[in-house]
Structure formats: structure tokens, C-alpha cells
């Protein structure tokens, strides 16, 4: 596989292994990464997923033989192609468990897109993140589904029709990335983050909250509102909500 998979005391790691050729993304990659998604969600010794990769690039975006395939690939061999890409996304997106990427180096066009799925991101100060497809007669077409729920029309526009690179530092300015960390500690930074999302807020409660969000944003304002208010009384049937009110009126500690 050109992914791997490890898990730790309640945290996933999924591990992009392509260093090689900067992480690029190739159908076996992407079909790789969906099956360890997969994977991750059944698995109950998992409550909170990591991805991140081996080597200096977080991912390069397309891999360069697989451009060239595509070059002679019929309309419906490219659908399926573009598919696959779209299916990976979307499962990261509304995955019931929280999706943090750790970005070292830089994040770009299919790789961006990546991190953009993830319900947050760490950063190194020196990664750069953009989509660059136009610059080379392509289109960020998947992408831009999610960067403009996640960073607004204008901001999408303005990483989109330029293709440029962006610095981590302006990343978080438009709310791409969520955190900055030094290269030395990242590592440690996200674990402190992930365990602390797994003792402090309940499993339930998370994937409940994350499909939430990720369903109410395309509603009109009463759909929003009763869909919210279905959500809520659904939550509190869940044998989560039960366990922490009785512990809240008991005043007893609970630890997720």
C-alpha cells in the first residue's frame, strides 16, 4: 500500500508513503487512503485520525506519470478517475470521526485539497498550500466544493483563478489552516490536540456535531432550524448524552 496505518491509544495515524515522488496522488494512492478511511471508521479503538506524511513534501498534488495517462483516457475512464477523488474527499469530509492533517512541507493542488477536507490543520511555518491547476490548462473542480464552504467565494476565487502559492501564515489568516507550529514540535502539538479532543468531548457528541455542520450549511433557515432541532432530541437518546448528564448531576469526573 503507498499509505499505512497505525493506531495508538485511540488515535489513528494515516501515513501518505510516497517521499519518493513528494506524495503525489495517483489512483492507487487515492484508493489506498479511501480503504484506510474505511478502515478507521470501524474500527472502535479509533476515535480521532491524524493524516500526515513521510518525507519533506505533504503531497506535490497529481503525480506526474498519472497526468499523462489521463492525457489518453476517455471521458468516461476520466468520470471514474475524478470520481474516486470525489468519493475520497467527501468520505473525509463527513467522516463521524475529527480528521486532523499535519502538514510538513508543502500542500498543493490535489495535496491542498487534502488538507482541505480535514476538519482542522497543523502547519510547519515554511509550508506553502495552493491549487495550481489552471496554471496548467486544468481546473480545481472538486476542490472548490469544499475551500468554498471552508474559506468563502472571494478567498476561493482569489487561490483558484491565480493558482498561487500562499504561505502558512496567510493560510490561517483566511481560515484554511486553524494552527502554526514549529517543525520540531508539531509532532507533539497535534498528539496533545487529538488526546485532548478524546478525553474531553465524547464520541457521540463529536460525530454528531461534524454531521451537523456538514448537512445544515445547504438548508433554508427553517429546514436548518428543524433539522437541528431533530439532531438535538436524537442526541439526547444517545447512551453518551445519558452517561455525562448523570455524571454532570452527580458532579462526578467523566473522562471519554
Same mark, same amino acid.
Given at each position: 500500500?503507498?499509505? =499505512?496505518?497505525?493506531?495508538?491509544?485511540?488515535?489513528?495515524?494515516?501515513?501518505?508513503?510516497?517521499? @519518493?515522488?513528494?506524495?503525489?496522488?495517483?489512483?492507487?494512492?487515492?484508493?489506498?487512503?479511501?480503504?484506510?478511511? $474505511?478502515?478507521? /471508521?470501524? $474500527?472502535?479503538?479509533?476515535?480521532?485520525?491524524?493524516?500526515?506524511?513521510?518525507?519533506?513534501?505533504? %503531497?506535490? !498534488?497529481?503525480?506526474?506519470?498519472?497526468?499523462?495517462?489521463?492525457?489518453?483516457?476517455?471521458? &468516461?475512464? =476520466?468520470?471514474?478517475?475524478?470520481?474516486?477523488?470525489?468519493?475520497?474527499?467527501?468520505?473525509?469530509?463527513?467522516?463521524?470521526?475529527?480528521?486532523?492533517?499535519?502538514?510538513?512541507?508543502?500542500?498543493?493542488?490535489?495535496?491542498?485539497?487534502?488538507?482541505?477536507?480535514?476538519?482542522?490543520?497543523? %502547519?510547519?511555518?515554511?509550508?506553502?498550500?495552493?491549487?495550481? &491547476?489552471?496554471?496548467? !490548462?486544468?481546473?480545481?473542480?472538486?476542490? %472548490?466544493?469544499?475551500?468554498?464552504?471552508?474559506?468563502?467565494?472571494?478567498?476561493?476565487?482569489?487561490?483558484?483563478?491565480?493558482?498561487?502559492?500562499?504561505?502558512?501564515?496567510?493560510?490561517?489568516?483566511? =481560515?484554511?489552516?486553524?494552527?502554526?507550529? /514549529?517543525?520540531?514540535?508539531? /509532532?507533539?502539538?497535534?498528539?496533545?490536540?487529538?488526546?485532548?479532543?478524546?478525553?474531553?468531548?465524547?464520541?457521540?457528541?463529536?460525530?454528531?456535531?461534524?454531521?451537523?455542520?456538514?448537512?445544515?450549511?445547504?438548508?433554508?433557515?427553517? /429546514?436548518?432550524?428543524?433539522?437541528?432541532?431533530?439532531?438535538?432530541?436524537?442526541?439526547? %437518546?444517545? @447512551?453518551?448524552?445519558?452517561?455525562?448528564?448523570?455524571?454532570?448531576? =452527580?458532579?462526578?469526573?467523566?473522562?471519554?
Amino acid at each position: 500500500m503507498l499509505a =499505512n496505518y497505525l493506531v495508538k491509544d485511540r488515535v489513528a495515524y494515516i501515513t501518505i508513503n510516497r517521499p @519518493e515522488k513528494r506524495n503525489a496522488l495517483n489512483a492507487a494512492l487515492v484508493a489506498d487512503l479511501g480503504s484506510l478511511f $474505511d478502515k478507521a /471508521e470501524h $474500527d472502535n479503538q479509533v476515535k480521532i485520525i491524524i493524516l500526515n506524511a513521510l518525507g519533506d513534501v505533504f %503531497s506535490a !498534488g497529481a503525480d506526474l506519470d498519472y497526468l499523462k495517462q489521463l492525457q489518453a483516457n476517455s471521458f &468516461e475512464a =476520466n468520470l471514474k478517475d475524478s470520481n474516486q477523488l470525489k468519493n475520497l474527499f467527501h468520505k473525509i469530509y463527513t467522516h463521524p470521526k475529527i480528521v486532523i492533517a499535519q502538514v510538513e512541507g508543502h500542500a498543493i493542488a490535489g495535496g491542498c485539497g487534502l488538507a482541505t477536507v480535514c476538519d482542522f490543520v497543523f %502547519s510547519t511555518p515554511e509550508s506553502k498550500f495552493g491549487y495550481t &491547476e489552471v496554471k496548467i !490548462g486544468f481546473i480545481p473542480a472538486i476542490v %472548490s466544493i469544499f475551500c468554498i464552504r471552508k474559506i468563502g467565494e472571494s478567498q476561493t476565487k482569489q487561490l483558484l483563478f491565480t493558482g498561487d502559492l500562499i504561505s502558512a501564515a496567510r493560510a490561517k489568516e483566511i =481560515n484554511l489552516i486553524n494552527f502554526i507550529t /514549529e517543525k520540531n514540535k508539531i /509532532e507533539k502539538e497535534v498528539l496533545d490536540f487529538a488526546s485532548k479532543l478524546c478525553v474531553s468531548a465524547s464520541t457521540q457528541s463529536l460525530a454528531l456535531t461534524k454531521q451537523l455542520i456538514t448537512n445544515v450549511q445547504d438548508l433554508p433557515l427553517t /429546514e436548518a432550524l428543524d433539522y437541528a432541532a431533530e439532531m438535538n432530541a436524537h442526541a439526547r %437518546s444517545t @447512551e453518551d448524552c445519558k452517561k455525562g448528564i448523570d455524571a454532570f448531576l =452527580n458532579k462526578n469526573q467523566i473522562k471519554w
